[in-house]
């Protein structure tokens, strides 16, 4: 009998003043360049005082690991990251690093803030990305066809990352995306619709591998011929002969996160910006 042999695990603390979005985005995409270990990720927010700096040192140092804990710390108090470090675990403080090598570049010291990483620092940016996040919505899944203000749309059979996606640019980058479905009746007639392919010039195709397409149809609904393996196959295939007959961009959302598909969609189409 083969003993099954059981990863080895590693716990990783993503300790910030605000949301920690940024400590966990930094540290994500650190970890995933590591295979073989299992990595237990764990986000400790808003630790703006003595208190829960505390509680989050007790955290890091009774947490059980194979390994020394990963502790991402963008904490701006000085005061505050000791206290977090004392419970323990390989310390990580990218930005305050980073931050001193600027300081010495600039010839002035920064003007530390709780949370401005994510702050409204320009109120006209903040409300393009809201414009655009309610866009998204009033256009997701062909709800609208009135495509005139959209800055880029996005197409694919039902499930297949459009929405998710089109939320991602418009959060981050302001940009309008719509999508649309590409349906049953596109499928058979093998075209898409008038009022969409007036605007190819900000068409862009999403594709998925038909096995994993059926399995995530079949966490929606199960058992249903929506999720059927030859139904997905043939979806697939279809739309990818409609991309190639009407020379429209795509690439496969199957292994790609959302952060590298709205990379990729940017750069093909002309649009990488960023608001802030």
Same mark, same amino acid.
Do not use: W
């Given at each position: 009998?083969?003993?099954?042999? &059981?990863?080895?695990?590693?716990?990783?603390?993503?300790?910030?003043?605000?949301?920690?979005?940024? #400590?966990?985005?930094?540290?994500?995409?650190?970890?995933?360049?590591?295979?073989?270990?299992?990595? &237990?990720?764990?986000?400790?927010?808003?630790?703006?005082?003595?208190?829960? #700096?505390?509680?989050?040192?007790? +955290?890091? #140092?009774?947490?059980?690991?194979?390994?020394?804990?990963?502790?991402? &710390?963008?904490?701006?108090?000085?005061?505050?990251?000791?206290?977090?470090?004392?419970?323990?675990?390989?310390?990580?403080?990218? /930005?305050? !690093?980073?931050?001193?090598? $600027?300081?010495?570049?600039?010839?002035?010291?920064?003007?530390?803030?709780?949370?401005?990483? @994510?702050?409204?620092?320009?109120?006209?940016?903040?409300?393009?990305? +809201?414009?655009?996040?309610?866009?998204?919505?009033?256009?997701?899944?062909?709800?609208? %066809?009135?495509?005139?203000?959209?800055?880029?749309?996005?197409?694919?059979?039902?499930?297949?990352?459009? =929405?998710?996606?089109? %939320?991602? %640019?418009?959060?981050? *980058?302001?940009?309008?995306?719509?999508? *649309?479905?590409?349906?049953?009746?596109?499928?058979?007639?093998? !075209?898409?619709?008038?009022?969409? +392919?007036?605007?190819?010039?900000?068409? /862009?195709?999403?594709?998925?591998?038909?096995?994993?397409?059926?399995?995530?149809?079949?966490? !929606?609904?199960?058992?249903?011929?929506?999720?059927?393996? !030859?139904?997905?196959?043939?979806?697939?295939?279809?739309?990818?002969?409609?991309?190639?007959?009407?020379?429209?961009? /795509?690439?496969? =959302?199957? @292994? =790609?996160? $959302?952060?590298? $598909?709205?990379?990729?969609?940017?750069?093909?189409?002309?649009? &990488?910006?960023?608001? *802030?």
């Amino acid at each position: 009998m083969i003993k099954k042999m &059981n990863k080895k695990t590693c716990t990783v603390f993503y300790v910030s003043d605000g949301t920690g979005i940024t #400590a966990e985005t930094v540290g994500h995409s650190l970890i995933t360049q590591f295979t073989g270990i299992e990595f &237990n990720e764990t986000r400790i927010p808003f630790v703006d005082s003595v208190e829960k #700096a505390e509680l989050a040192a007790q +955290m890091i #140092a009774n947490t059980p690991s194979d390994f020394q804990p990963l502790v991402i &710390n963008t904490v701006v108090d000085e005061s505050l990251r000791k206290i977090i470090h004392s419970g323990g675990g390989l310390k990580l403080d990218p /930005f305050n !690093r980073l931050l001193r090598r $600027i300081e010495r570049n600039l010839g002035i010291e920064r003007d530390p803030g709780v949370g401005r990483a @994510h702050g409204i620092s320009d109120k006209n940016n903040y409300d393009a990305r +809201m414009e655009a996040t309610n866009f998204a919505l009033s256009h997701d899944d062909g709800v609208s %066809l009135n495509y005139a203000q959209a800055d880029l749309i996005l197409l694919g059979v039902s499930r297949s990352g459009k =929405t998710p996606t089109c %939320l991602y %640019l418009a959060l981050h *980058y302001g940009l309008k995306a719509a999508n *649309y479905p590409i349906t049953d009746d596109d499928l058979e007639f093998m !075209r898409l619709p008038k009022e969409v +392919m007036e605007h190819k010039n900000k068409l /862009f195709g999403l594709t998925i591998d038909p096995f994993r397409l059926s399995q995530i149809r079949s966490e !929606r609904r199960p058992n249903s011929r929506y999720a059927e393996l !030859r139904k997905c196959q043939t979806e697939v295939s279809d739309a990818e002969s409609i991309y190639h007959r009407n020379q429209i961009q /795509f690439l496969s =959302t199957t @292994h =790609t996160s $959302i952060e590298e $598909i709205s990379g990729k969609i940017m750069v093909e189409l002309g649009l &990488n910006r960023r608001l *802030y």
